[in-house]
């Protein structure tokens, strides 16, 4: 399948009184066209940062990126901002984890979406009401027509998160970002709004990032799997393989901690390194059970192994010397 987006040594950069902060190092990532790819981690892994950066939707002045994401050819990154502005709401779309601060509350829906429109396509504002209309219905968003017409604060949160989905899918864009989309929402909403992404992903035919910390979610809808683990990614892969077998350790610590019907919840003993002073080694070693001693000197890099690529020498050469 053709790659839509090769993410190469993606950083990210906070400002902190007395200096940077690494919030991300991604080496590599790459979305086909079509794919759904699930960036799953815990709070605080760098996951939002990702797709920000990708957008370019950080502060200039309070956080620095570097590396490359190569989208259709373009490096998203160091294109000029009238052609990323040509891309970003178009080709690429962003859903955010609450619709609540995604809209304005002081105009109605219909015309958020119908500027959507406008800002790409030279249009009527009665042609952009009428595919913001058109766009409502694809949302399952009861009575379309009237609906247009309402303020968000008049709306519930699930009806709220289907006028931003709305929104982004306006202009049929290839690659959807959706950063923790229904992580505002009850559960009972929550799976309506998965359903209504994952029907809309198929049916345009668009490359989705999903970004949760949901492993049970990311397992459900996603066909490639990247796991963060305190700003890099330390597992990549096919998902069904990498939920059946998880390799690195901190995958299997985070599917055992998940738990299942009858079996108790098995947290990772310890806890996340301070990325204001990441140890010089494995950022996982204090927590692994598989710990050596040159892992807390030797920063490990993701490595081939079966279809797949792990951060960690000792289980890659381990599962090599197996095979
Ligand atoms: N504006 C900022 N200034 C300084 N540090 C920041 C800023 N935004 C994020 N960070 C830090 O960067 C790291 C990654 O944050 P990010 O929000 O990308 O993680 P996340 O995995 O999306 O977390 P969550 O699921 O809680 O949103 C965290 O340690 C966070 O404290």
Redesign the pocket.
């Known amino acids: 399948m053709a790659v839509l987006l090769e993410i190469e040594n993606l950083t990210v950069d906070?400002r902190?009184p007395g200096g940077w902060?690494r919030?991300?190092e991604m080496e590599h990532l790459a979305v086909d066209r079509g794919q759904v790819v699930g960036l799953v981690?815990e709070?605080?892994?760098?996951?939002?940062?990702a797709g920000l950066a990708l957008l370019r939707l950080l502060p200039p002045g309070?956080?620095r990126v570097g590396g490359s994401a190569r989208f259709a050819g373009v490096d998203l990154l160091s294109l000029p901002e009238a052609q990323l502005r040509q891309i970003r709401g178009r080709r690429i779309a962003m859903v955010f984890q609450d619709p609540a601060t995604a809209l304005n509350p002081v105009f109605t829906v219909g015309e958020q979406v119908a500027r959507v429109v406008r800002v790409h396509h030279r249009v009527s504002w009665r042609e952009a009401y009428r595919r913001a209309q058109e766009v409502f219905d694809l949302v399952g968003l009861p009575d379309p027509e009237a609906m247009l017409r309402r303020y968000p604060h008049q709306l519930s949160g699930g009806q709220r998160q289907r006028v931003a989905i709305a929104a982004a899918v306006a202009c049929e864009p290839e690659l959807l970002i959706a950063d923790?989309p229904t992580t505002a929402l009850d559960v009972t909403v929550e799976a309506q709004v998965l359903e209504l992404l994952a029907g809309l992903q198929q049916r345009l035919g668009m490359a989705m990032i999903l970004i949760s910390?949901d492993l049970e979610l990311v397992g459900r809808y996603c066909q490639r799997v990247a796991v963060l683990y305190a700003g890099r990614v330390v597992e990549e892969g096919a998902a069904g393989a990498l939920f059946e077998e998880p390799l690195h350790p901190y995958t299997r610590g985070l599917l055992a901690s998940v738990p299942e019907r009858g079996r108790p919840l098995q947290p990772i003993p310890g806890t996340v390194p301070d990325?204001r002073q990441p140890p010089p080694g494995c950022r996982f070693a204090s927590r692994c059970p598989l710990v050596q001693a040159e892992c807390q000197t030797r920063d490990p890099r993701l490595l081939p192994v079966g279809g797949r690529r792990v951060a960690c020498p000792v289980v890659v050469e381990g599962v090599r010397a197996g095979a």
């Open positions: 906070y902190m902060l919030a991300l981690g709070s605080g892994c760098g996951k939002s940062s309070l956080a923790e910390h990325l």
